[in-house]
């Protein structure tokens, strides 16, 4: 443990991408059984049901006075080093090696979590109770990607980082096959990839001056964006299940896209709310997600559905070499085969010229798409963000300028600074919330609005700190709803900061009912 | 003690303690910049202090100086001062004021752990204590300084072809990780950023072991392969620090004890050495000083308040212009 958390410590702290490879070499080069958990933490395979953050925060509860763990966790922004730093002095006990601190905890009964979670803690050292939060709570953010990894060991092996990406995700602990093949024992591991989920391709934000001038929209084609949540449907003649973009199975979430889909493929596609095909807003989606399982009655009030994009596998052949073009073939058969009220197929949007395309990206209907995807049609199906093939082009976004009211410290690498803030526009003769925002702004606006707000506190409510009002912020959004669980009954769809606007005076920002009225909210 | 104002100001008499402005009658805790300033009329402080002030801004600094040996009491008007070690830097005071029967002690910055650099943190008891927190979260608890630079020599070791470049404050900081190299028997000459060579020397005249030192100099890049070079914060991010041979970062603060910080200011090479106290020294210290009733200046303030009424002492926070957290030595 204490050899790992030290490739932690060191991974997070250099800057060298050389270097990191060099320190995960040095550490993939040991030849037991640690390594595998080693190559499972950094690819985000392992998880524990048992102790997530809340169950952490409860444990320290027990060991140090709740608000003088607030205080630290709001000055540290980080849970696992939080609690690391001020769990109290160590009990003292032998080290133990990764694989059988990790065996053991695996081994704890729920009942026994508290006491024998608590015990481990005790004994190790900061650094090292710091990786096992890290690892227990998963999301390790010390600056390593999976790609990186692929590339440690490509080197080390000397293999092509293509033929590590291929079989990547068919992988299993305790990788046997994977280091049998690097070290040319066996041959390239088989596996069956119709079982798996498959890492999705993703888009990159489109620049218009740049990209616009470069690509031929002849060769491209146009879809919706719509907003709901993208999934990957694993269809076969004996089994239906359903992905989150994470590769999370969710299909126990969705029972009726489970029992009434037909068929044998793999579909890359959006899942909506809506009835007959006509989506609802992305508030309605909400009351879907973030549950194990939905009721007859949430089913009926909120029914969903899956808007076909893509498909990855027909009848177990890999499409995934194919073009998109031909790709949408095979689509288009499958659901002619396989009719269903709960899939239907993406449409595709005639335009010749970039310039046509802009009307479809900003004025649908009703509003509900987000914006417009274009695709290369000579496009495989490339897992990950690959520049120069899939596109996205949101709408632009609403604007409103709004009070800078409250501001809290930010997390993870924003942590010393104050990066959270909370605006608000006038009721009457006061203030009143309608967002929180922590990213839009430049490193230049952070530092101004940073030491703003250490300037010009008035009050503290614990970690937040209420500020002079006189800093209008432009708030970008992409949607607005009404919401009874907010003072002031709208809530924002990822509102960010545009810019400050140094220009306008406070006394100029509109109150909430002019807002409720400009953005249509009853 | 309604006698001192929350700036550290006692009307009464027109002294102030550490003031950022130029006063007529200053006791400063230590000499540095956020607590002894340019311009005083009268400046009264340890003689090591005075000396530091001099070398940094001046023979001229002050109008006047007045040296006072720890434990020796200076009076003005009904007000007796007496300064005594504080542990933090070479000549670092905390100040006891006496009036009326009420003994009030001002530490100053101060640490209570070992440091062959200056005379160690004496306890005295009193009814006031206004005290720093730098550290004040109980996530602060400084490990053995020892095995802190006991990194920095094993790293030395092992990066045969890289230069450690150690970010550590002019005046204090710096000597002291000089002197614990020397406690763990590194007999290498240390390399200097030019800021620190009149302090250094100092140091060395005050008979503190900080060894062999020289300043960096425009050699061949690469005679600095497998050394040591100590330099202020603010130059390793500048263009000076690019030149040496694979330079490793590092960085000697109590700051490093958050990993995050570190790698929010591009440290390789953490190590937690600080002249402050840590968490349970503080608490400590408040306990010890016998004091009901506790004031607390610049830091982490919010939970060291909070503490003190956990233990039924009267706490506030004050709140002294100019030293915002993060920002002192």
Request: proline share 3%; glycine share 6%.
């Given at each position: 443990?204490?050899?790992?958390s030290?490739?932690?410590?060191?991974l997070i702290?250099?800057?060298?991408?050389?270097?990191?490879?060099k320190l995960?070499?040095?550490?993939?080069?040991?030849?037991?059984?640690n390594?595998a958990y080693?190559l499972?933490?950094?690819?985000?395979q392992?998880?524990?049901q048992?102790?997530?953050?809340?169950?952490l925060?409860?444990?320290v509860?027990?060991?140090v006075?709740?608000?003088?763990?607030d205080?630290s966790?709001?000055?540290?922004?980080?849970?696992?080093?939080?609690?690391?730093?001020?769990?109290?002095t160590?009990?003292g006990?032998?080290?133990k090696?990764?694989?059988t601190?990790?065996e053991n905890i695996?081994?704890?009964?729920?009942s026994?979590?508290?006491?024998?979670?608590?015990?481990?803690?005790?004994?190790?050292?900061n650094n090292e109770?710091?990786t096992?939060?890290?690892?227990c709570?998963?999301?390790?953010?010390?600056?390593?990607?999976?790609?990186?990894?692929?590339?440690?060991?490509?080197?080390?092996?000397k293999?092509?980082?293509n033929?590590i990406?291929?079989?990547?995700?068919?992988?299993?602990?305790?990788y046997h096959?994977l280091f049998?093949?690097?070290?040319n024992?066996?041959?390239?591991?088989k596996?069956?990839?119709?079982?798996?989920?498959?890492?999705?391709?993703?888009?990159?934000?489109?620049?218009?001056?740049?990209?616009?001038?470069?690509?031929?929209?002849?060769?491209?084609q146009?879809e919706?964006k719509?907003d709901?949540?993208?999934?990957?449907l694993?269809?076969?003649?004996?089994s239906?299940?359903l992905?989150s973009?994470?590769?999370?199975?969710?299909?126990?979430?969705?029972p009726e896209?489970?029992?009434?889909t037909?068929?044998?493929?793999?579909?890359d596609?959006?899942l909506?709310?809506?009835?007959?095909?006509?989506?609802?807003s992305?508030?309605d989606?909400?009351?879907?997600?973030?549950r194990?399982?939905?009721?007859?009655?949430l089913q009926?009030k909120?029914p969903v559905?899956?808007?076909?994009?893509?498909?990855?596998?027909y009848?177990?052949?890999?499409?995934?070499?194919?073009?998109?073009?031909?790709?949408?073939?095979?689509?288009?058969?499958?659901q002619?085969?396989?009719k269903s009220?709960?899939?239907?197929?993406s449409s595709i949007i005639k335009?010749s010229?970039?310039?046509?395309?802009?009307k479809?990206?900003?004025n649908?209907d009703?509003d509900?798409n987000?914006?417009?995807?274009?695709?290369?049609?000579?496009?495989?199906?490339l897992?990950?963000?690959?520049k120069g093939y899939w596109?996205?082009?949101?709408?632009?976004p609403?604007?409103?300028?709004?009070?800078?009211m409250?501001a809290?410290?930010?997390?993870g690498?924003r942590?010393?600074?104050?990066?959270?803030?909370t605006?608000?526009?006038?009721?009457?003769n006061?203030?009143?919330p309608i967002?929180k925002?922590?990213?839009?702004y430049?490193?230049k606006?952070?530092?101004v609005?940073?030491?703003?707000?250490?300037?010009?506190?008035?009050?503290k409510?614990?970690p937040?700190?209420?500020v002079?009002?006189?800093?209008i912020?432009?708030?970008a959004?992409d949607?607005v709803?009404?919401?009874n669980?907010?003072k002031?009954?709208?809530?924002m769809r990822?509102p960010?900061i545009?810019r400050?606007?140094w220009d306008?005076?406070?006394?100029?920002?509109?109150?909430?009912?002019?807002?409720?009225?400009?953005?249509?909210?009853s | 003690m309604?006698?001192?104002?929350h700036?550290l100001f006692?009307?009464?008499?027109?002294?102030?303690?550490?003031p950022i402005?130029?006063k007529?009658?200053?006791?400063?805790?230590?000499g540095h910049a956020d607590?002894?300033?340019?311009?005083h009329?009268?400046?009264?402080?340890?003689?090591?202090?005075?000396d530091?002030?001099?070398i940094?801004y001046g023979d001229?600094?002050a109008?006047?100086?007045?040296?006072l040996?720890?434990g020796q009491k200076?009076?003005?008007?009904?007000?007796d001062f007496t300064?005594y070690?504080?542990?933090?830097?070479?000549?670092?005071?905390?100040?006891l004021i006496e009036?009326?029967n009420?003994r009030l002690v001002?530490?100053?910055d101060?640490?209570?752990?070992?440091?062959?650099?200056?005379?160690?943190f004496k306890?005295?008891?009193?009814?006031?204590?206004?005290?720093e927190?730098?550290?004040?979260l109980?996530?602060?608890?400084h490990?053995?300084?020892?095995?802190?630079?006991?990194?920095?020599i094993q790293?030395?070791?092992?990066?045969?072809?890289?230069?450690?470049?150690v970010?550590a404050y002019?005046?204090?900081k710096?000597q002291?990780?000089?002197?614990?190299?020397?406690?763990?028997n590194y007999?290498?000459?240390?390399?200097?950023?030019?800021?620190?060579e009149?302090?250094c020397?100092?140091?060395?005249?005050e008979?503190?072991n900080?060894?062999?030192f020289e300043?960096?100099?425009?050699k061949d890049?690469?005679?600095y392969?497998?050394?040591?070079?100590?330099?202020?914060?603010?130059?390793?991010k500048?263009?000076w620090?690019?030149r040496?041979?694979?330079?490793?970062i590092?960085?000697?603060s109590?700051?490093?004890?958050v990993?995050?910080?570190?790698?929010?200011?591009g440290i390789?090479?953490p190590l937690?050495?600080s002249?402050?106290?840590d968490?349970?020294?503080?608490?400590?210290?408040?306990?010890?000083?016998?004091?009901?009733?506790i004031?607390?200046?610049?830091?982490?303030?919010?939970a060291l308040?909070?503490?003190?009424?956990?233990?039924?002492?009267?706490?506030?926070?004050?709140?002294i212009?100019?030293?915002s957290?993060?920002?002192i030595?």
């Open positions: 443990m204490k050899k790992f030290s490739l932690l410590h060191n702290l250099t800057p060298s991408r050389n270097t990191k490879i995960l070499q040095d550490y993939f080069k040991t030849l037991d059984i390594r080693a499972a933490i950094l690819s985000n392992l998880s524990f048992f102790i997530k953050a809340s169950k925060r409860e444990l509860y027990e060991q006075d709740k608000h003088l763990f205080f966790y709001d000055y540290v922004g980080d849970l696992a080093e939080t609690i690391s730093l001020i769990w109290p160590k009990i006990g032998r080290s090696n990764l694989s601190l990790i695996k081994e704890i009964e729920k026994e979590i508290n006491k024998e979670f608590t015990k481990i803690l005790s004994q190790l050292s109770r710091w096992l939060i890290k690892i709570t998963g999301g390790l953010r010390i600056g390593v990607s999976e790609r990186l990894v692929k590339t440690a060991l490509a080197d080390l092996y293999k092509s980082i033929e990406e291929e079989i990547w995700h068919g992988l299993q602990f305790p096959n049998q093949w690097l070290k024992e066996t041959s390239k591991p596996i069956d990839f119709r079982k798996l989920f498959h890492p999705m391709m993703l888009a990159n934000p489109v620049d218009e001056e740049k990209d616009f001038k470069k690509l031929n929209a002849n060769e491209f146009a919706y719509w709901g949540i993208r999934v990957q694993m269809v076969s003649p004996k239906v299940s992905y973009r994470t590769g999370e199975n969710i299909s126990s979430a969705f896209i489970i029992e009434f037909r068929g044998d493929a793999v579909i596609g959006e909506l709310v809506g009835k007959n095909f006509k989506p609802h992305f508030n989606l909400q009351q879907r997600l973030n194990k399982k939905a009721s007859k009655d009926g909120f559905f899956i808007r076909a994009y893509d498909i990855l596998f009848k177990g052949k890999d499409l995934r070499k194919l073009f998109l073009f031909e790709r949408r073939k095979y689509l288009e058969k499958f002619k085969e396989n009220n709960k899939i239907d197929i335009f010229t970039w310039a046509e395309l802009t479809y990206k900003n649908f009703d509900l987000e914006g417009v995807m274009i695709k290369l049609k000579n496009s495989e199906y897992p990950g963000r690959k596109y996205k082009w949101k709408k632009n609403k604007l409103v300028d709004a009070i800078l409250y809290q410290r930010g997390h690498k942590s010393s600074y104050y990066s959270d803030f605006f608000g526009v006038w009721k009457k006061e203030l009143v967002g925002a922590y990213s839009g430049t490193d606006e952070l530092l609005l940073d030491k703003f707000i250490r300037n010009n506190t008035t009050n409510f614990g937040v700190r209420e002079k009002k006189e800093i912020l432009e708030v959004f949607d709803f009404p919401s669980r907010h002031s009954g709208v809530a990822f960010r545009h400050i606007r306008k005076p406070i006394n100029e920002v509109i109150s909430i009912e002019e807002f409720k009225k400009e953005f249509k909210i | 309604d006698f001192i104002n700036q006692i009307k009464d008499i027109n002294v102030h303690i550490d402005f130029p007529k009658t200053a006791i400063i805790t230590h607590h002894a300033r340019f311009g009329d009268h400046v009264i402080a340890t003689r090591q202090t005075i530091i002030m001099k940094r001229k600094c109008k006047k100086f007045t040296p040996k720890y200076y009076s003005i008007k009904n007000y300064l070690p504080a542990g933090h830097i070479l000549g670092s005071a905390q100040v009036k009326d009420h001002i530490t100053g101060y640490k209570v752990g070992k440091d062959e650099t200056c005379k160690n306890l005295v008891k009193c009814d006031t204590l206004i005290t927190a730098t550290f004040g109980p996530i602060f608890q490990p053995d300084p020892k095995d802190e630079i006991q990194k920095l790293s030395v070791k092992i990066n045969k072809h890289n230069c450690h470049i970010g002019a005046l204090g710096a002291r990780v000089m002197n614990l190299l020397r406690q763990q007999t290498e000459t240390i390399y200097i950023h030019g800021s620190l009149k302090l020397e100092y140091y060395s005249k008979k503190i900080i060894g062999k300043k960096v100099s425009s890049e690469s005679f392969e497998s050394k040591i070079i100590i330099a202020p914060p603010s130059a390793l500048d263009r620090s690019r040496f041979p694979n330079p490793i590092c960085m000697a109590g700051w490093m004890t990993k995050q910080r570190a790698k929010q200011q390789e090479l937690v050495i002249d402050h106290s968490w349970n020294e503080l608490l400590d210290t408040i306990k010890k000083s016998k004091a009901k009733n004031l607390i200046t610049h830091g982490q303030e919010d308040v909070y503490y003190c009424k956990t233990q039924n002492l009267l706490s506030k926070p004050l709140s212009q100019g030293r957290d993060e920002e030595e």
